[in-house]
């Protein structure tokens, strides 16, 4: 469909580079986004899809390299910015934050994605009052702009957020509100994972059979959104070895980007081994559990500014509990307590982690 090779940007390298990012092969990714870049240095694409590459492989100082070439050149673009700043986030760099999100500021398709950013590092902090502040100015903005979609994922983010933290009605109730803005594939997936954790099984499994039945051949749909919705909608109603059964398709692509993660960074990934995880646990398999968290763990990139990358080290800590190695246990909450030293106090999973703590 697209024979010419010379015209910027060129139509196979960048489907090339795309389709190897989503199916986890971002090794070839790179190999196709060098090439690409250097043949045409002066389209902006090329440098924020190579640098997304090495974001997905924790390769943070490369990613960032490729983007101050983009800016140096005048190739910036707004999800540059966005990109920036989750890669700012995931190392702990607060001046580099806040740098971009004055860059940010006023920037039309930059700002309010910035500001999404800006609430999940909160939330995945412990911070949720100003988390929430911050949710809700990303999505007004984004419907000032006529993004609905967009606005509406920002809320399925809030929505998983809360419901993952244990806050199940408010988790429910930001959910739905997504669902009533606008419906989209990854937006609904987002959406059922709020539900599903907020303890709505049903509907979370009505979206799972309906984008079944909406994208019969779609790799995300097939691999990912629906056997993980299933599963997270199964939780403590399943047996765990059916779970863990129901998510074995996902592992083909689990450490692949998907559509929450693949520039717009509207959550992460790896939920699929959160699930398993959760699963091990129930069926207290806890070496197979330490290990699906991880996973999550040893990928930031995939996982980005998820809240799952900070409760990953929490749940380990149950773990090594319940498996009766106290050392490591010690040290896996110690690692989640250091990532919520400016928590708020009354979030209920962080008084639960003291106590259990505590205990040790």
Do not use: C
């Amino acid at each position: 469909m697209y024979p010419r090779d010379g015209d910027p940007p060129t139509p196979q390298g960048q489907l090339a580079g795309g389709s190897a990012q989503f199916t986890g092969r971002f090794e070839r990714a790179i190999e196709v986004g060098q090439k690409e870049l250097a043949v045409h240095p002066d389209v902006s694409f090329s440098y924020g899809n190579l640098a997304l590459s090495y974001f997905y492989i924790d390769h943070f100082a490369e990613a960032d390299g490729i983007l101050r070439r983009a800016a140096e050149r005048k190739m910036a673009n707004p999800n540059h910015l966005l990109l920036r700043y989750e890669i700012a986030a995931l190392q702990d760099d607060q001046g580099q934050m806040d740098q971009i999100a004055a860059l940010a500021k006023g920037k039309q398709g930059a700002e309010h994605r910035v500001i999404h950013a800006e609430s999940l590092f909160l939330a995945r902090s412990g911070r949720l009052g100003a988390a929430r502040e911050l949710s809700n100015r990303a999505v007004d903005l984004a419907m000032q702009a006529g993004e609905n979609e967009t606005a509406a994922s920002y809320r399925a983010a809030r929505g998983f957020w809360e419901a993952i933290y244990g806050n199940a009605a408010e988790g429910k109730s930001s959910a739905t509100a997504a669902l009533k803005l606008s419906k989209g594939r990854d937006l609904e997936y987002a959406s059922g994972l709020g539900l599903a954790l907020s303890g709505d099984s049903t509907q979370a499994q009505a979206l799972a059979g309906g984008l079944e039945k909406s994208f019969p051949e779609d790799t995300f749909v097939k691999f990912t959104y629906v056997p993980v919705l299933r599963a997270a909608a199964a939780l403590g109603r399943a047996k765990p070895a059916d779970i863990v059964r129901g998510l074995e398709v996902t592992l083909s692509y689990e450490r692949a980007a998907n559509g929450l993660n693949y520039v717009h960074f509207y959550l992460g990934g790896l939920h699929s081994a959160y699930v398993r995880g959760e699963a091990f646990i129930a069926a207290r398999r806890y070496p197979e559990a330490a290990a699906e968290f991880q996973k999550i763990l040893d990928h930031r990139g995939i996982v980005g500014l998820d809240p799952i990358g900070a409760l990953a080290h929490l749940q380990l800590g149950k773990v090594f509990k319940l498996s009766g190695d106290k050392a490591k246990a010690k040290a896996a909450y110690e690692a989640f307590f250091a990532l919520w030293k400016n928590a708020d106090l009354d979030v209920r999973i962080l008084k639960s982690a003291k106590a259990d703590f505590s205990r040790l």
